[in-house]
């Protein structure tokens, strides 16, 4: 199964290498809040480079003498790469325990900290990210590009990633769906988000496609800017020139669909594009449903902030924010064609 996701800007013309090595891609946790300096939980915030998230995970537990789900962390992080991460410990009415084993040339213990809440999975605000996009070879104005990227943003693709070598994590979704029992509770929900997030760049994919990508339709499901709240354009919500000015501004923006249980959202054209593209999916829509997930939504496009570049000869320097949840790589999909197939760091 390959990539073929629609381009918002085309393809591009100019390919390089991602993560030539791991200096070459760094991404920084944004918590938006400090740690509280008192209760039941320990965070961590550990800089790494050519580690996993799991394997620091699983050394706090060693450490910290708790059991593994007791260790918890913002968001995955890959390991070909350095990152600032943060991570949780779940230690009421224990001492500090020593962590300075953890720390050698590629992990660091950047600050250690109580906090009164358990650090959750998706509990940050968003990354930021330094990255070196180098061997750049063919004809293409990158600056253009890039000048389109800041202004317009890129589809929010989840990448590739979620689905595992060779969409190997989707085909498990798909077996487990007709009735293979997965006991481990961390790969079903492996499993299960990357039958969602496959569906999701369906409809995101086929959307840009049909030229629709920055166009409000009648029954669309649009996003408050900054917030995962939604509503409907109908009859509560017409697609006036009030919508549509906020829409241009900024205020709500285009979504595609989380599949789950439960009626899609959208409705009228917005509804029928979105079924449209799905079709041919039932196992992965009725598998989803199965497993109890609800209907939710996701943003159609991704705007970096305070994106910013420099042309080095061949190769280029990118620094930008983005929300949780999103992938560098969309970004960089939009830019170059990459030399080498890299897994992402991001979310």
């Not at 350095?82 to 720390?103: A, C, I, N, R």
């Not at 196992?283 to 042309?311: D, F, S, V, Y």
């Amino acid at each position: 199964m390959s990539n073929n996701w629609h381009y918002l800007h085309g393809q591009p013309e100019v390919s390089g290498c991602l993560k030539a090595a791991p200096e070459d891609f760094v991404v920084r946790e944004d918590l938006g809040f400090s740690p509280s300096g008192e209760g039941e939980h320990i965070l961590l915030h550990v800089r790494k480079r050519g580690q996993n998230t799991q394997w620091v995970a699983r050394e706090l537990a060693r450490l910290a003498g708790v059991a593994q789900r007791d260790v918890t962390w913002a968001g995955l992080k890959d390991r070909h790469a350095v990152t600032e991460q943060w991570f949780g410990v779940h230690l009421p009415g224990k001492e500090m325990p020593d962590f300075s084993p953890l720390e050698n040339e590629d992990v660091q213990i950047l600050a250690i900290a109580r906090h009164h809440k358990k650090l959750k999975t998706g509990a940050l605000r968003g990354n930021r990210f330094e990255l070196a996009l180098t061997g750049l070879e063919g004809e293409g104005d990158l600056d253009a590009r890039l000048a389109a990227i800041a202004a317009r943003g890129v589809p929010n693709y989840y990448g590739d990633q979620r689905f595992g070598r060779d969409y190997g994590n989707l085909e498990q979704a798909k077996a487990m769906f007709a009735g293979r029992r997965i006991k481990d509770r961390n790969k079903r929900s492996l499993y299960l988000s990357a039958a969602r997030s496959y569906l999701f760049n369906l409809a995101a994919s086929h959307r840009l496609a049909a030229g629709l990508g920055e166009q409000l339709l009648a029954g669309d499901c649009v996003m408050l800017a900054g917030s995962q709240s939604f509503f409907t354009l109908g009859e509560d919500n017409p697609l006036d020139e009030a919508m549509a000015a906020r829409f241009a501004s900024g205020d709500i923006r285009l979504s595609a669909p989380l599949w789950g249980r439960g009626r899609l959202p959208s409705q009228d054209e917005a509804a029928a594009l979105e079924q449209a593209a799905l079709v041919g999916q039932e196992a992965l829509c009725a598998g989803l449903e199965a497993n109890g997930l609800k209907q939710e939504r996701r943003a159609l496009l991704l705007r970096p902030e305070e994106l910013a570049w420099q042309r080095e000869g061949d190769r280029l320097r990118l620094s930008f924010w983005l929300p949780a949840g999103s992938y560098a790589t969309s970004l960089v999909r939009e830019l170059i064609k990459d030399k080498e197939n890299h897994e992402d760091t991001g979310e």
